[in-house]
Structures are given as C-alpha cells and as structure tokens.
C-alpha cells in the first residue's frame, strides 16, 4: 500500500463493484470493475444514463480489451444493471487497448458511435493495422539504441507483433470528434472535455459540475490515478518526444478544477484528494528527474542504465518496455530542458551527460 494514498479520501473505502454489475457513485454515474490479464489486473468503466434522439439508453466510458472474459462481464452486466436499455455511444477517454478494445462489438451490436479524439482515433486505427505496433524489429532496434544489450529481451520484443490488434482486433471506421472544451450532454448533465497529453496522443478526461450532483465529478482516465503513476513512455514513432513535459503540464488544468472533485479513476478506487494527487504525481516525477540527474552527474547514462536506477526491483519483459519507455521519457525532458546533452558512443547507443 502506498503511503501517499493516506492523503486521499476513498468515500467507498474498500467496496466494490461485484463483479458484473454497476455501482452507483453519483446521480447517474455507475462505476463498473473489469479484470484484465496483466500485472495491472482491472480497469474501471463507467455508465452514464442517457438519453439520445428520444431514445433512453446508457453512454459507456471506456470498454475493456476484447476477450472471451471481457465479452462475458459485459453479457452480465447487461443482464444485472442495464435495465433492458441500449448502449447509445461509446466514449473513449483514449486508444489504450483496455479502454477501446471492445468499442468495435459494442457499436456494432447496438449501432451505437465511437467518441474520441482525432488524434487517438488515428493512432488507434495506425496501430490495429500495423504488425509491428507497440513491438517488432524496429523497436527492438530502438531500445537496442537506447542500450538495451539483453538478447531475450530483444528476441521478445522482435516477437510482440500485432501486439495492439490481439487486444484491439477492430477500431471502428468512424468516430465522433471529442476535443478540450467541448461539452457533452449526458443525461441532461453537461460533461465538459479535458485533453491530456503525455500518456497517450490526446487523452480525453469528462468533467461535470451539475447542481443534482453531491460534488463535482471527473472521469480522469488514466490522467490522474490513485495509487500508481500513469505510464509515460517515449515510443519508437516519436523518439524525441517530451510526453513527460507534456504530461505534467496536462497535470496543471486538473488543479483549476474544485479541490472537492470526486474523481473517477480508471484504475483504483473512486477518491476524493486532486490536488494532493497532482502535488505527489509532480514530487514523484521531480524526485526520479532529480535521481536521473544524480546519476548522468557521476557517469554519462544510456536509457537501459537509468532503468536501473529508477526501477529498484525485478521486471517481467512487459515491464522492462514499460520501464525503458519511462526512463527516456525522464532523460528527453532533462534533454530538452537543457540540463543533460546527448551523444552516441562508440557502440551506437544514445548517452546522455550534463550539459
Ligand atoms: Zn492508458
């Protein structure tokens, strides 16, 4: 248990959802629990009632990753807590396939349309389509640049094809346009939009400030989580990037909204606490920017290097990506901020040095 969760208020404590059916947190908002095969092993969905084109129904957010299981959960749920009622629309709050793995079955079994931003609309139709997405050779080589030399590793990550597609077998053709600012409708609830960048191409939080409600509710997605800090990871496609930069100031819009916002995370538990979450999602990173710095101070740092000082224990393969992905994403922003330089050495792997 993490220490810093003291600082949240959880108004359900530990009571969750049983499996397959909804649990009510606001007028109108049911929290819905799905496991997923990973070391993260569930994720939250949300039910929103709705009425659209006169016809009463539900938009969900999120969907789950498309597998026998998740298929199953949803044929309950809809037995246990949908009252008969059709989805009318899908929202995705981005293309991670735990979020969009099941828009496509949904969709098309209730005519219902996808909402998502363009740019995780494009990034998730690439990526279904591509056999070496989030894996393959040229990855392999990137994290080989980065000084990954573990042969098993490498061999692994060659073998990840159509990683996306075995989770994500489908995205829909076509899609409703989300963007920052915008206002959804939900139930005669106005949902307004909140983008996020750094986590995925363009994140869409919900946020809702209705009189009816006890306290104002966010739908942060995987933008502000309880108890882990959201992956942020520099890809192959983007090998410059700064998605820490840009995830931290993404961070800054949450502290405009009321410190009593009842936030709805994707994983964990529903809490009560933004602004302490941002203020410790802040100090984690600036203590593990200040770590990384430490050690290119004493000797220039490949990324491979500075997964060992910033992940103390054992990683599984799927981990070591996600770890790798983590420290170029430290080292990119202290590289772009001026504070560490870069060179290649004489085997071809990026190190980066003080300035
Ligand atoms: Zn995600």
Redesign the pocket.
Known sequence: MNPLEDALLYPWGQNLPAPGRAKAVAPGVSWVRMGLPFALDHINLWLLGDTLDGRAGWTVVDTCIDRAESREQWAQLMETSMQGLPVLRVVAT?M?PD?LGLAHWLGERFDAPLWISMSDFLMARLAVNQEDSFGGQATAEFFAQHGMTDPQVLAAVVGRKNHYASLVPRVPGHYRRLQDGQVLSIGGMNWRCISGYG??PEHIALYCEDSRLERPVLISG?MVLPRISTNISVYENEPDGNPLQLFLDSLGKFLHLPAQTLVLPSHGRPFVGLHERVEQLRHHHQDRLDEVMQACDRQAQSAADVVKVMFKRTLDLHQITFALGESMAHLNLLWHAGRLKRYTDDRGVWRFAPA
Do not use: I, K, N
């Open positions: 981005h991670h979020h986590h995925s995987d």
